[in-house]
């Protein structure tokens, strides 16, 4: 029996990517779980299977759940348009309650196979102002799911690993780079193209496209001509 | 914009059945969410669609999410017996966050149908002893969701109501029947037989029937003869 694994929640966008990595280098027996949530970025799901090739010891489990039936947000309901300039506020790319659902999902598993440790690569700093990503409500999350669960009772515990929480986009990028993570394997664009180009000018991409600046790292993602 | 609307969890079960009557007595607008997670008795959805053939202002919702696939309990994994008698501790009923899932996917259908309110039935009296039905289970998930959510961080937040919670399963019962809530299309029993009669052994019926003998109420239950 394993004492050391991890669920890490993997998009195979670039935090998860970079999370992915920390797991596999403190030496996590690490299972990917990917949502298949419907997204309108669908492409996350080839970038995470094609990522993976690269870490042939971690297991993936695809999970899918179709929030764009519950909808009300630019990622579920194609008729809400992805923002291209910058905006005040939650953004319409907000997925009601996504990371909630993400972690219980996770959760479920993480009880099932007797898991201890979900690692996921929520970040607020360079972020949309997503609530789910916050330090308040990872803590707020890790406190209700020791005393919602089986595991919890039972006072082995789940634990929650945000490593990249207070980290900027540049020192991501530089801390995943140093972990021999390739960047132009992983997706962040909402609204990439039919031929696989970044818009280059969403929150995604502009939150990457600033990290790579200043972590003075050559930007490997491929944008789309304006 | 009707200021009183609420989502019922509602599985077509005794307790949820007799949430949703109270909500309506409440002149709550209620939209009645059944999750479909390929349980063992898929019979409780055909139970849910029948008993609201009563109530025709309640707009129903069925989603899906395949727990089966995560597994790890008696409701969602055939190989694992629904036990026949009674048991300490957390029995194998328990399905791995069940309720963190379902009030989670409720928590998305609030804040995109502009819905504050969230009713569950859970209870911590007459129970199987599932970590997420108790009292301090909600409570946190309540601060949880409230941080964790755009609904949370614009003020408006979400209120789960429990109002069994702390309920024999005879008051239930006796509260339900005052409803005029027919108990007899509410499913309860983990192991309903071919032809639909109830076991009258497992941890649901054993609950259920002394619910109806302490409430000295008939029980309208068809059970199978031993």
């Known amino acids: 029996?394993?004492?050391?694994?991890?669920?890490?929640?993997f998009s195979g966008g670039l935090d998860s990517t970079t999370v992915l990595a920390k797991a596999l280098s403190e030496n996590y027996d690490v299972t990917a779980l990917t949502i298949d949530y419907k997204q309108r970025h669908m492409y996350e799901l080839e970038a995470s299977r094609?990522?993976?090739?690269?870490?042939?010891?971690?297991?993936?489990?695809?999970?899918?759940?179709?929030?764009?039936?519950?909808?009300?947000?630019?990622?579920?309901?194609?008729?809400?348009?992805?923002?291209?300039?910058?905006?005040?506020?939650?953004?319409?790319?907000?997925?009601p309650a996504r990371n909630i659902i993400f972690l219980s999902i996770a959760c479920s598993y993480a009880e099932k196979l007797d898991i201890n440790n979900i690692f996921i690569g929520v970040n607020s700093i360079d972020y949309s102002g997503y609530p789910d990503c916050r330090p308040e409500f990872i803590e707020s999350f890790q406190k209700m799911v020791n005393l919602g669960t089986k595991y919890g009772v039972e006072q082995k515990g789940i634990k929650i690993h945000t490593p990249l929480i207070r980290m900027s986009k540049s020192e991501i990028i530089k801390y995943g780079t140093a972990l021999n993570v390739d960047y132009s394997m992983t997706v962040?664009?909402?609204?990439?193209?039919?031929?696989?180009?970044?818009?280059?000018?969403?929150?995604?991409?502009?939150?990457?496209?600033?990290g790579f600046l200043e972590a003075n790292i050559d930007d490997p993602t491929i944008y789309k001509k304006n």
């Open 50 to 95: 094609k990522i993976l090739v690269k870490y042939p010891d971690v297991k993936h489990i695809i999970f899918k759940i179709d929030l764009a039936k519950i909808g009300g947000s630019a990622l579920t309901d194609e008729k809400i348009n992805v923002p291209l300039t910058e905006s005040t506020g939650i953004p319409p790319t907000y997925v």
């Open 188 to 210: 962040s664009c909402y609204s990439l193209n039919s031929i696989g180009q970044a818009c280059g000018v969403c929150d995604a991409c502009r939150f990457r496209k600033k």
């Open 1 to 9: 029996m394993a004492s050391k694994k991890a669920i890490v929640l």
